[in-house]
């Protein structure tokens, strides 16, 4: 499955965003899907997950009640709702998919099999 996500920017802290991951290829709908960022200077780190149907969600403590993950199967589209961001969200955020993530291993990169190039969020102070 190929994956492009889209949909950062520029934002003043506190304010949203919303990326998107638009998969083509194989069935979207089969894969769990990610969500990660990678700073400068700083290795990727895991923000959320969520299962092929939804029903199992993830999410770092760093961003918890501020982002959202979500998916909607019919469009091949996952979403990463992003709030009250902060100057320490400034990264590029990276979505993936593979085919079961399993619950102690959802967080670790390199479990993933398909990555998205990454879309830049910057947050000014």
């Known amino acids: 499955v190929q994956l492009q996500a889209s949909g950062g920017g520029l934002v003043q802290a506190g304010g949203s965003l919303r990326l998107s991951c638009a998969a083509s290829?194989?069935?979207?709908?089969?894969?769990?899907m990610g969500w990660f960022r990678q700073a400068p200077g700083k290795e990727r780190e895991f923000v959320a997950a969520?299962?092929?149907?939804?029903?199992?969600?993830y999410c770092a403590a760093s961003v918890k009640g501020r982002f959202t993950i979500s998916r909607d199967n019919a469009k091949n589209t996952g979403y990463l709702q992003v709030n009250s961001l902060k100057s320490e969200d400034t990264a590029v955020y990276y979505c993936?998919?593979?085919?079961?993530?399993?619950?102690?291993?959802?967080?670790?990169?390199?479990?993933?099999?398909?990555w998205g190039q990454g879309t830049l969020v910057t947050v000014s102070s």
């Open positions: 290829g194989r069935s979207f709908s089969s894969y769990d």
């Open positions: 969520i299962g092929w149907s939804g029903g199992r969600i």
């Open positions: 993936a998919v593979v085919r079961t993530a399993s619950d102690t291993a959802v967080a670790a990169p390199t479990l993933y099999d398909s």
